[in-house]
């Protein structure tokens, strides 16, 4: 008769595991026996079902809000349904949404979200730029295409892209796909791959349509943007975007785009918001408190709620959060920033530095990283989960192991918060980790590990930005690259002839990779610092420079300019037999631009003179240079003399690996075989030359191996084909900005039109 002491039996621990299982890192499920004990004290989720029986995950714990439901922005949700609508009628559609802090524009988006999944046969993809700042060009694109490939099937290690092949895309397109997109070409050239993610994109589009959700757009890379917009604006594209930003840092490629501005809540939906957040509506006094300080942030209004429930200020009493004393007396922070310092004061010391470690690293970190550069005393093990469970930080689905910021304005208030001392050791400690062989495959160290240099103020800087300036110009990242080689040099002439000389290679290498973009801007970066060098130093170094800026002067059509300033440094040059060639090799060209072909083989005859057989210490220079003489001599009619030209060029471009010089190679072959009459030979060799073209991402050349085949098919009467072949041609002509090879296109087309119409 004696009373039996209460026990956890076995099963009892059987559905406690099973509960421990099913949950996911930072979250909390709970039974229906904790939830009818606990309900009036702790606010749940949904009900789920997990092997033990029913399941709820705890929302709330002390008034802590683990997820905030979406109320309200009808206006909002009616633009993006918009853009759903017009996807779904097989157009295009994209609307922006801009807003400050906190204003609940990724909430909208996860709305948006859930209300596209239901609409069959939509394919969606979410991304965030705030995930991608720093993975370079093409990010958001890359960001973009993985999302799609999970959503089409499991996704093997090693192969992210693999599931694309249900698109109709060959292994061997995938493969070449993924290579460009994460390692960029041989040459460095990202265009040529642009119209294969274009294809790929509009493929996925059919026949329901691609909803992409980017959060964030304005960090996103330009070169993706440019892309996203031109698909955008592609008839019948089926293809929708929609994208939140914050006002005044719109990207000038997102400037034309419909932009919608989130204001702050009214009332109703700020009081709706919290009743749905905390389980119960306010009061009328907590609410106008609330609601008065938060000026219609929601994001504020929620940290106003939790601060007043954590500091025992409101209770729940009577279905309704009431005042436990005169909330006059509650000191509440004026602003979502001083809430958030406030809410980090109450953390462990060792969650803070692990915080603020982050906040350094960046928006979006690998937790190990972080960990990794703590001393062992603040390296707690489940820090990261347990910021996760408290809010601060959510795990990034596309990166395994990463974490980001709940909210930027966190990272910021805990930056704030740092001296500048510390903070330059965060920057080096983090730099001295990032380096090590345990996170080789980090994306974009050298990148990262400069940028953390150049904020420490370290010695090393000018090295880890040469490094950084390397990767970024071998992925074609041109601006970039010369930003972090004009980094390099510093600010001022170095103490010593030698680092002058390498502050001279630095200079030369940042206006090789300017003049790929922005030739312009090269002289008026080059200038300057050959003023301020001793012009009597390193005159050869000085020389591949003004070379560098000859070479600007031809693409920008300053033949005269370009003719002086070589002319001026062929002596100097002299000195050594390869500056000298590529002297004589850039003033060749400039005899060509004159009509002058017959002095131009001259002078790259002299060039290779100069070189006297010996190996080139640049491995593009042979291969470069006898493609330019190989077409002298055809337009000289020296047919043989080309073919052994283009010959030999081919074989300097796959002794020294380069895919780009062998596709020109390939593709000059090919012409001298139509010369022949030799068609069917020429198509197949212009096949060869397109995957090779395609494989080391020459845009230019791609459309031009298009253009050809087209004009080919064309004479041969296969109309259909050649106007395919033409239409490819235009776009990446148009992707590659080559205007000229875009007009050739659209002329042949126009001429096809008319002489064999489509069938």
Same mark, same amino acid.
């Not at 702790?42 to 995950?57: D, P, Q, T, Y």
């Not at 973009?517 to 301020?532: G, Q, S």
């Given at each position: 008769?004696?009373?039996?002491?209460?026990?956890?039996?076995?099963?009892?621990?059987?559905?406690?595991?099973?509960?421990?299982?099913?949950?996911?890192?930072?979250?909390?499920?709970?039974?229906?026996?904790?939830?009818?004990?606990?309900?009036? +004290?702790?606010?749940?989720?949904?009900?789920?079902?997990?092997?033990?029986?029913?399941?709820?995950?705890?929302?709330?714990?002390?008034?802590?809000?683990?997820?905030? %439901?979406? !109320?309200?922005?009808?206006?909002? #949700?009616?633009?993006?349904?918009?853009?759903?609508?017009?996807?779904?009628?097989?157009?295009?559609?994209?609307?922006?949404? +801009?807003?400050?802090?906190?204003?609940?524009?990724?909430?909208?988006?996860?709305?948006?979200?859930?209300?596209?999944?239901?609409?069959?046969?939509?394919?969606?993809?979410?991304?965030? =730029?705030?995930?991608?700042?720093?993975?370079?060009?093409?990010?958001?694109?890359?960001?973009?295409?993985?999302?799609?490939?999970?959503?089409?099937?499991?996704?093997?290690?090693?192969? @992210?892209?693999?599931?694309?092949?249900?698109?109709?895309?060959?292994?061997?397109?995938?493969?070449?796909?993924?290579?460009?997109?994460?390692?960029?070409?041989?040459?460095?050239?990202?265009?040529?791959?642009? =119209?294969?993610?274009?294809?790929?994109?509009?493929?996925?589009?059919?026949?329901?349509?691609?909803?992409?959700?980017?959060?964030?757009?304005?960090?996103?890379?330009?070169?993706?943007?440019?892309?996203?917009?031109?698909?955008?604006?592609?008839?019948?594209?089926?293809?929708?975007?929609?994208?939140?930003?914050?006002?005044?840092?719109?990207?000038?490629?997102?400037?034309?785009?419909?932009?919608?501005?989130?204001?702050?809540?009214?009332?109703?939906?700020?009081?709706?918001?919290?009743?749905?957040?905390?389980? $119960?509506?306010?009061?009328?006094?907590?609410?106008?408190?609330?609601?008065?300080?938060?000026?219609?942030?929601?994001?504020? +209004?929620?940290?106003?709620?939790?601060?007043?429930?954590?500091?025992?200020?409101?209770?729940?009493?009577?279905?309704?959060?009431?005042?436990?004393? %005169?909330?006059?007396?509650?000191?509440?922070?004026?602003?979502?920033?001083?809430?958030?310092?406030?809410?980090?004061?109450?953390?462990? %010391?060792?969650?803070?530095?692990?915080?603020?470690?982050?906040?350094?690293?960046?928006?979006?970190?690998?937790?190990?990283?972080?960990?990794?550069? #703590?001393?062992?005393?603040?390296?707690?093990?489940?820090?990261?989960?347990?910021?996760?469970?408290?809010?601060?930080?959510?795990?990034?689905?596309?990166?395994?192991?990463?974490?980001?910021?709940?909210?930027?304005?966190?990272?910021?208030?805990?930056?704030?918060?740092?001296?500048?001392?510390?903070?330059?050791?965060?920057?080096?400690?983090? &730099?001295?980790?990032?380096?090590?062989?345990?996170?080789?495959?980090?994306?974009?160290?050298?990148?990262?590990?400069?940028?953390?240099?150049?904020? =420490?103020?370290?010695?090393?800087?000018?090295?880890?930005?040469?490094?950084?300036?390397?990767?970024?110009?071998?992925?074609?990242?041109?601006?970039?690259?010369?930003?972090?080689?004009?980094?390099?040099?510093?600010? &001022?002439?170095? $103490?010593?002839?030698? $680092?002058?000389?390498?502050?001279?290679?630095?200079?030369?290498?940042?206006?090789?990779?300017?003049?790929? /973009?922005?030739? +312009?801007?090269?002289?008026?970066?080059?200038?300057?610092?050959?003023?301020?060098?001793?012009?009597?130093?390193?005159?050869?170094?000085?020389?591949?420079?003004?070379?560098?800026?000859?070479?600007?002067?031809?693409?920008?059509?300053?033949?005269?300019?370009?003719?002086?300033?070589?002319? $001026?440094?062929?002596?100097?040059?002299?000195?050594?037999?390869?500056?000298?060639?590529?002297?004589?090799?850039?003033?060749?060209?400039?005899?060509?631009?004159?009509?002058?072909?017959?002095?131009?083989?001259?002078?790259?005859?002299?060039?290779?003179?100069?070189?006297?057989?010996? @190996?080139?210490?640049?491995?593009?220079?042979?291969?470069?240079?006898?493609?330019?003489?190989?077409?002298?001599?055809?337009?000289?009619?020296?047919?043989?003399?080309?073919?052994?030209?283009?010959?030999?060029?081919?074989?300097?471009?796959?002794?020294?690996?380069? !895919?780009?010089?062998?596709?020109?190679?390939?593709?000059?072959?090919?012409?001298?075989? /139509?010369?022949?009459?030799?068609?069917?030979?020429?198509?197949?060799?212009?096949?060869?030359? #397109?995957?090779?073209?395609?494989?080391?991402?020459?845009?230019?050349?791609?459309?031009?191996?298009?253009?050809?085949?087209?004009?080919?098919?064309?004479?041969?009467?296969?109309?259909?084909?050649?106007?395919?072949?033409?239409?490819?041609?235009?776009?990446?002509?148009?992707?590659?900005?080559?205007?000229?090879?875009?007009?050739?296109?659209?002329?042949?087309?126009?001429?096809?039109?008319?002489?064999? %119409?489509?069938?």
């Amino acid at each position: 008769g004696g009373r039996v002491p209460w026990r956890v039996t076995g099963a009892g621990l059987e559905r406690s595991a099973a509960l421990a299982q099913a949950a996911s890192p930072g979250e909390v499920l709970a039974g229906a026996a904790a939830k009818v004990l606990l309900e009036e +004290a702790v606010r749940f989720g949904a009900e789920r079902a997990v092997s033990s029986g029913a399941a709820w995950r705890v929302e709330g714990l002390g008034g802590v809000v683990r997820g905030v %439901p979406f !109320v309200g922005r009808v206006d909002a #949700l009616v633009a993006a349904r918009a853009v759903v609508e017009s996807v779904r009628a097989g157009q295009g559609g994209v609307r922006l949404f +801009a807003g400050a802090a906190g204003v609940g524009k990724s909430r909208l988006l996860e709305a948006v979200a859930e209300s596209a999944s239901q609409v069959a046969s939509l394919r969606v993809v979410r991304t965030s =730029a705030e995930d991608l700042r720093g993975a370079g060009a093409m990010g958001l694109m890359r960001s973009v295409l993985t999302g799609l490939a999970r959503a089409l099937g499991p996704v093997p290690d090693g192969a @992210p892209l693999q599931p694309l092949g249900a698109l109709g895309l060959s292994a061997q397109e995938v493969a070449a796909l993924w290579r460009r997109l994460s390692h960029g070409g041989p040459s460095g050239q990202l265009q040529a791959g642009d =119209a294969t993610v274009t294809e790929t994109l509009l493929r996925a589009a059919r026949p329901g349509g691609v909803l992409l959700l980017v959060d964030d757009v304005h960090h996103a890379d330009v070169a993706s943007l440019e892309l996203l917009v031109s698909l955008l604006s592609t008839p019948g594209s089926r293809v929708g975007l929609v994208a939140t930003t914050v006002p005044d840092v719109l990207p000038v490629a997102l400037a034309p785009l419909p932009l919608s501005v989130l204001e702050g809540m009214p009332r109703p939906e700020l009081r709706a918001l919290l009743g749905a957040a905390f389980g $119960a509506l306010p009061s009328a006094e907590v609410e106008k408190l609330v609601v008065e300080r938060a000026q219609g942030n929601p994001s504020f +209004a929620l940290e106003l709620m939790r601060a007043l429930v954590e500091r025992g200020a409101v209770q729940r009493l009577g279905g309704s959060w009431q005042a436990t004393a %005169p909330l006059g007396e509650a000191a509440l922070p004026d602003s979502l920033g001083l809430a958030l310092g406030a809410r980090l004061d109450l953390l462990p %010391p060792q969650l803070q530095r692990f915080l603020t470690r982050a906040a350094v690293e960046g928006s979006v970190f690998p937790s190990a990283l972080v960990r990794a550069s #703590l001393p062992a005393e603040d390296a707690v093990e489940d820090a990261a989960e347990l910021l996760v469970a408290d809010g601060w930080l959510v795990e990034v689905a596309e990166r395994p192991g990463c974490l980001r910021f709940m909210q930027e304005l966190s990272r910021q208030v805990l930056l704030e918060r740092l001296p500048a001392s510390a903070l330059r050791r965060s920057h080096q400690e983090l &730099a001295e980790v990032l380096a090590q062989d345990a996170f080789a495959a980090e994306p974009a160290r050298e990148v990262r590990v400069a940028d953390h240099l150049l904020a =420490a103020a370290a010695p090393g800087a000018a090295a880890a930005c040469e490094r950084a300036g390397e990767r970024l110009s071998a992925r074609g990242e041109w601006r970039a690259a010369s930003d972090y080689f004009r980094r390099a040099m510093g600010d &001022a002439p170095g $103490a010593t002839p030698a $680092a002058r000389l390498w502050q001279l290679g630095m200079l030369t290498r940042a206006c090789t990779c300017l003049t790929q /973009v922005d030739p +312009a801007a090269v002289e008026p970066l080059a200038a300057p610092w050959l003023e301020k060098l001793p012009d009597t130093e390193s005159p050869a170094a000085r020389a591949e420079v003004v070379r560098r800026v000859a070479s600007a002067d031809l693409k920008l059509g300053r033949v005269a300019a370009a003719e002086a300033r070589l002319l $001026a440094i062929r002596t100097v040059a002299a000195a050594d037999p390869e500056v000298l060639a590529w002297v004589l090799g850039e003033q060749a060209r400039a005899r060509e631009a004159r009509g002058d072909i017959a002095g131009a083989v001259d002078l790259l005859t002299q060039s290779f003179q100069r070189m006297g057989g010996r @190996p080139a210490r640049a491995s593009d220079f042979y291969w470069e240079h006898l493609n330019l003489l190989g077409r002298l001599q055809l337009r000289l009619q020296q047919t043989e003399k080309a073919r052994a030209s283009f010959t030999h060029a081919s074989e300097q471009a796959r002794a020294t690996g380069h !895919v780009v010089g062998q596709a020109r190679a390939l593709s000059n072959l090919a012409g001298l075989r /139509v010369l022949a009459g030799e068609h069917a030979a020429a198509l197949a060799e212009l096949e060869r030359a #397109l995957v090779l073209a395609e494989q080391g991402g020459d845009a230019q050349e791609a459309a031009r191996i298009h253009y050809n085949v087209g004009r080919l098919l064309g004479a041969g009467g296969r109309a259909d084909e050649a106007r395919e072949r033409l239409e490819r041609a235009r776009e990446r002509a148009r992707l590659a900005g080559w205007r000229e090879g875009e007009a050739l296109a659209t002329q042949a087309l126009v001429a096809l039109g008319v002489h064999a %119409p489509r069938s």
